[in-house]
């Protein structure tokens, strides 16, 4: 089955910094790629995905990730991170058939500093 | 946007009893899930579950679960008899046919074993 590393618990920074969230993923087929963002005491809300074409994709608040099929890698990036980021990360993946549902990493918790 | 609830948000039981964890996934949802997650830990994954069958299922998932939708209402997930190690946030979530992999999440439902 698929799975993920999110290598880093924790990351710190700054407002107004740039930000890198690191995800590498395990797979033996086609990926699909998603990032969520969960606050406190809610469930998961999709930030973005990667299903194929251009391996760099947008996402909602100025976050992109960028699919590196050679590294096996989906990271996370925002130019200038705000105070409302602060949140938790997770990265997923999932296969394109209907018995392998999207498996999680451990998620980064990441505190902007104002 | 679409909306999972989740019903109750927290519930205590001792421990050997029997607990039903409610979910009302989006309206047009035929794809289910049930995710676990010990506080502050990885979001792991339990059951997937379509047309009226689990469709995969974790070594999370033991033989004291059981999951339903009975006749489109709430998707359940039942736990009989509980154990200490249940205790976590279990997430659901529901996807569209032929979008499986985008998943739509509750909020969660705080389950403590005493």
């Known amino acids: 089955a698929q799975s993920v590393t999110q290598p880093d618990a924790r990351v710190t920074v700054s407002e107004g910094a740039s930000l890198q969230l690191r995800c590498k993923y395990s797979y033996s087929g086609t990926p699909y790629l998603f990032w969520y963002v969960q606050y406190p005491r809610q469930g998961l809300q999709l930030l973005l995905k990667?299903?194929?074409?251009?391996?760099v994709v947008q996402g909602v608040n100025g976050f992109e990730a960028e699919f590196i099929k050679s590294n096996s890698s989906f990271h996370l990036r925002k130019a200038s991170v705000h105070w409302s980021d602060s949140a938790v990360y997770f990265c997923a993946v999932s296969g394109a058939n209907n018995n392998n549902a999207p498996r999680f990493g451990a998620g980064t918790k990441l505190s902007v500093k104002p | 946007g679409p909306k999972v609830l989740q019903i109750p948000s927290h519930q205590i039981i001792d421990m050997g009893q029997m607990v039903t964890l409610n979910c009302d996934p989006v309206s047009n949802h035929l794809y289910f899930y049930w995710y676990k997650q010990i506080l502050g830990q990885q979001m792991e994954f339990l059951v997937n579950?379509?047309?009226?069958?689990?469709?995969?299922k974790s070594k999370l998932f033991k033989d004291q679960f059981s999951v339903e939708r009975p006749d489109g209402s709430y998707f359940t997930l039942k736990i009989q008899p509980t154990a200490l190690e249940d205790s976590a946030v279990y997430f659901c979530?529901?996807?569209?046919?032929?979008?499986?992999?985008?998943?739509?999440f509750g909020p969660g439902t705080r389950l403590t074993v005493l």
């Open positions: 579950f379509y047309n009226g069958k689990v469709m995969e």
């Open positions: 990667y299903y194929s074409g251009d391996p």
């Open positions: 979530a529901s996807s569209l046919e032929g979008q499986y992999y985008e998943q739509y």
